[in-house]
């Protein structure tokens, strides 16, 4: 029976597809963090459209829309040979801090030849699984060798989460067969307005229409309420 090793901890991975079904993995993934983050930041964020006052009354601000949360991450870059718990790499030959930096922007930024887009990414760690895009990278360096060669560097990481279309309604149930929504016209509404609020475009504004008996788009009446159908019948 072999002694478990206490040394070999779980790392933070980040993995790079071509696709958005995250089928199709990309050479060099999954990009290991050499040291794991002390703090992960998750971020969720509603959009609201500024009130508008008409003839001095008073109106609250109204939903627009959920914007994709983000994970924001720092990563440590060691360039000195030095592992965690102190240990010196004594049989391989440690990347530079330059090679890592090189080896992530190529996997996680750079627009990828065949789709021209950056990467879809997935993070890993423990029970965390993200999926995501990379919003933003700032490499932070902090240690220098003789020669001005980089020995220590961060990665400041804004990721922000993009899944399959097909799992985030599912998730928030808009294409479910008895689901509908109903919302409230408010000051300044449109059924176009209403409608990218609801579904994320304005394709179906004459179905709406139709649901509601309307003959017209524009100028609805404060006050009532709209049914807005479900995705799939």
């Keep these: 029976m072999g002694f478990p090793d206490l040394f070999k901890l779980e790392k933070l991975k980040i993995f790079a597809y071509a696709n958005v079904e995250r089928s199709t993995a990309i050479d060099g993934s999954p990009f290991e963090a050499m040291f794991n983050p002390q703090t992960l930041t998750r971020t969720n ?25 983000d994970l924001q ?10 592992e965690e718990m102190g240990l010196v790499n004594l049989f391989t030959d440690p990347k ?5 930096i090189s080896d992530f922007l190529a996997l996680a930024y750079q627009p990828q030849s065949d789709t021209h887009e950056p990467s879809y990414l997935t ?20 240690s220098f060798d003789r020669d001005g060669s980089a020995l220590r560097a961060e990665l400041e990481l804004t990721l922000i989460a993009d899944g399959d279309i097909k799992k985030q309604q599912s ?16 000051g300044g ?21 139709r649901a509601n008996g309307l003959d017209h788009i524009r100028g609805l009446a404060p006050g009532r309420t709209l049914i807005f159908p479900p995705l799939a019948r």
């Design 73 to 82: 991450l720092n990563l440590l870059l060691d360039g000195t040979g030095v």
């Design 189 to 209: 509404d449109t059924l176009p307005l209403m409608t990218q609020r609801v579904y994320g475009s304005t394709k179906l504004v004459l179905r709406v229409a």
């Design 96 to 100: 530079t801090v330059q090679q890592r």
């Design 171 to 186: 998730v928030a149930a808009l294409s479910s067969p008895d689901v509908s929504h109903a919302r409230l016209v408010r």
């Design 45 to 69: 964020t509603n959009i609201f459209t500024p009130a508008k006052g008409h003839g001095g009354g008073v109106q609250s601000a109204t939903f627009s829309r959920t914007a994709p949360s």
């Design 123 to 142: 993070v890993q760690w423990g029970k965390l699984t993200f999926e995501c895009r990379l919003g933003s990278v700032t490499a932070n360096y902090t």
